[in-house]
């Protein structure tokens, strides 16, 4: 698949970023799962450049440990994704050095629990995952504390580098 130009509109930019940092991240985040039909994987990740996949990354992992923390995320099977590629140094370099510092911690723990935390388990036994793993705990309440500053900091990120993130056009 070769990679295009993902376009997003500039008055649908405008508007989102009138109403905060999480609707105008937004507006990528849904072109970027539009363009490659819902969900990342190897064959259509060629249409997206290394920041826009490290930007849909952050959407993933957000949602995740928000909802479920670092363990729903490792269970749902994000792990790889997460700790086995340049995530982390992506969002260093996006100014989000904290959030990076907190993969790296979470990779720790990831790469040592992994096998564990992988296999297929009932909703309860699931459940139980989280008492039987609070080291994850710390990493999950230090995110929730971090999420809205993270949020803010690659928001100006990609509004100062948005011609790396998409191409605004004019309607």
Not at 29 to 51: F, Q, S
Request: net charge negative.
């Amino acid at each position: 698949m070769e990679r295009k130009a993902i376009t997003v509109s500039d008055a649908r930019l405008r508007e989102a970023a009138a109403q905060g940092m999480d609707e105008f991240l937004q507006v990528f985040i849904e072109r970027y799962k539009e363009v490659i039909g819902g969900e990342l994987n190897a064959e259509n990740m060629g249409l997206l450049n290394g920041e826009q996949i490290s930007l849909l990354a952050y959407a993933i992992f957000r949602e995740e440990v928000m909802d479920g923390g670092f363990i729903q995320l490792i269970y749902n099977g994000y792990g790889p994704f997460i700790f086995d590629n340049p995530f982390a140094k992506a969002m260093r370099m996006m100014g989000a050095t904290e959030l990076a510092k907190l993969i790296n911690k979470g990779k720790k723990l990831y790469v040592k629990y992994k096998a564990e935390l992988t296999r297929e388990r009932t909703d309860e036994e699931f459940m139980g995952m989280f008492e039987q793993y609070p080291k994850f705990d710390d990493l999950d309440d230090a995110f929730v504390e971090m999420e809205e500053e993270v949020t803010a900091t690659l928001a100006c990120y990609v509004d100062e580098h948005l011609d790396v993130f998409a191409e605004i056009v004019k309607e």
